[in-house]
DNA sequence: CTGTTAGCGCTTTCAA
DNA sequence: TTGAAAGCGCTAACAG
């Protein structure tokens, strides 16, 4: 095993300060171009890198950003962290991600675990329960944004869709469309989003004339297994509707399966796209929106307030579209 | 702004040494239950949360695995990464994600960013060119598994599908099924994992005695919309085959989406399930695997590794399965 | 079981 | 432009 090198090592190798092996390596302008020259070729040799621990705790700053998602394995939220990623690299930061399972207790020990790296800011999708939390971290100065979902009782920069309205006009359509007899599939009502989802598309029907049944919860965690489980129960049921509307993603591939292997003329409203959307035999209304970009806004947004800490917080929305798709099977 | 409260802090407000304040917080048991007490009152009332750099520092042990993969925003690796997560979890790690979007050159930088941080191992997909990196980290006892991919000239643990085997009886399966004319769609060849997965379909192919018609390389990024390009300049092709292998999820649902788009009756054989496979008009021969459970072995190695640097390199082979689906709505 | 002291590798401060 | 010295917050080593 070999140690590794360090500073030190660096500036003895090269014949100088430690102080100026570390103007070289941290790429300040005013040093001697001969010793610059001796500084690299040492560290290059000794292939030394940096101690980004070291270096934090001298200076204070870290060069990660957190962030704490539901489930890194839902497409949603790992797009999301890509995007937060794509403005991270662009400021040379690293990103340090990781899945709360929606569970306010996994979430509370994780903001701690990650906020014990320092991380210059924290991008989460907050859950009830932790708002004191957040409170606590936002006093120091830190950064936080919360995405997809809002916090409660704590005012700090946010980035969501206008999940009322994107459900509204995506009904709206599929009734334009013909749809006359629809049911609601949501994903748990832990999610914060669902609530308004639901209720958007409630407000649609009621101002087409027609009638709200009941939501049907999706039981269980946020899966397509049981989604799917749950599709089976409404097309099977004493009155199959002629539209589903899918609050999230995964609901909408449950169902998606379900109505194909049913066989049902049961058109499709999803908030979210989904994969292969497009070849449904039956219509897909698609609550569109650039997943990429909102986690692109996040970051940047936490950008924002590092440089100056005494922006106002913002509160983006990111911009729903409807998308028409599906029905090309038949 | 609050400055954060730091260990002294604690050991002050608590009436105790700075190093009993450290031992009750970083639970070690010999400590008398009313200093505890104590101390742990007056951390939660400080607010105190540990600084991971110092300790880090001190230790020389950080609590974080770093992790490099080709694109977070790719189902296939954010599962993969949702693995790792569950075990470093299970260690008390945090995991450090980064997207190389396959670049050697990204790639490249990208370790040195992650090294800097000093996590406990390192787990990669690989990209040729980055060998030397790896070994030179590899030799300072670095756990560095390398996982799907295989590295070159570097013997260190490593996590694969059997790409070849899996390919071959993908392709056979469809031969069994009564297709005869197979082409073979497939990513970029800087993805190391396409070479054998070809050549296994081929195999396959000469072994029943069928022709092997010339790989369509996917022109540009990885992704579905270049994918159904590719589709689309087959089945529109002179000759349309009645089989399409798909080397991986993304030339999948690329592949998916023209074949439905054209309704043409072509089986697809893909390496990797993809979400609404079961939906498919046409039948669906998947070579599926447990993606997250190569994530969990993967992580696993590297601690199994932490624990006993002395451990012979090991080579695990994730299991591949042909699951038949698809063909529902015919 | 508890406390003291030193020092991890780096950057900041200040002096030359 | 360069260097010396101090110290960030924590834990290891050792003494009591």
Redesign the pocket.
């Known amino acids: 095993m070999i ?9 003895r190798e090269a ?12 790429g ?5 171009p ?3 020259d001796k500084v690299q070729r040492a560290a290059a040799g000794l292939d ?14 870290s060069d990660m950003v957190g962030m704490i998602i539901r489930d890194l394995s839902n497409p949603f939220y790992s797009t999301l962290a890509a995007g937060v990623g794509d403005i991270a690299e662009r400021h040379g930061r690293l990103l340090i991600t990781c899945s709360s399972e929606g569970t306010p207790h996994r979430q509370s020990s994780l903001i701690e675990a990650v906020m ?1 790296q320092r991380p210059v800011g924290l991008i989460i999708t907050p859950t009830t329960g932790t708002d004191r939390q957040l409170i606590s971290e936002a006093d120091r100065r830190t950064p936080i944004v919360a995405v997809d979902e809002l916090p409660t009782g704590i005012n700090i920069d946010t980035v969501t869709f206008d999940n009322s309205r994107g459900s509204r006009s995506g009904v709206a359509t599929a009734v334009k469309l013909g749809r006359r007899n629809f049911v609601t599939i949501s994903a748990g009502p832990q999610l914060t989003t669902m609530g308004p989802r639901v209720a958007g598309a409630a407000e649609a029907l009621s101002a087409a004339g027609l009638p709200v049944r009941p939501t049907v919860d999706v039981i269980g965690p946020n899966t397509t297994d049981t989604a799917r489980t749950a599709a089976y129960s409404v097309l099977d049921g004493p009155e199959r509707p002629d539209a589903i509307f899918c609050t999230n993603n995964v609901v909408a591939l449950g169902v998606a399966e379900a109505i194909v292997e049913r066989q049902a003329d049961v058109a499709i409203v999803s908030f979210d796209d989904f994969s292969l959307s497009s070849t449904m035999p039956v219509p897909v209304i698609v609550i569109d929106h650039d997943t990429r970009q909102m986690g692109r806004a996040a970051a940047t947004l936490l950008f924002a307030r590092l440089d100056d800490p005494q922006l106002a917080p913002q509160h983006l929305r990111i911009a729903t579209s409807i998308r028409l798709t599906g029905g090309l099977q038949r």
Chains 1, 2 share one sequence.
């Open positions: 140690r590794r090198a360090t500073l030190n090592d660096v500036a014949g100088v300060s430690i102080k100026t092996a570390s103007r070289v390596l941290s300040v302008e005013t040093v001697n001969t010793l610059r030394y890198r940096p101690n980004r621990a070291a270096a934090m705790m001298r200076s204070g700053r014990s």
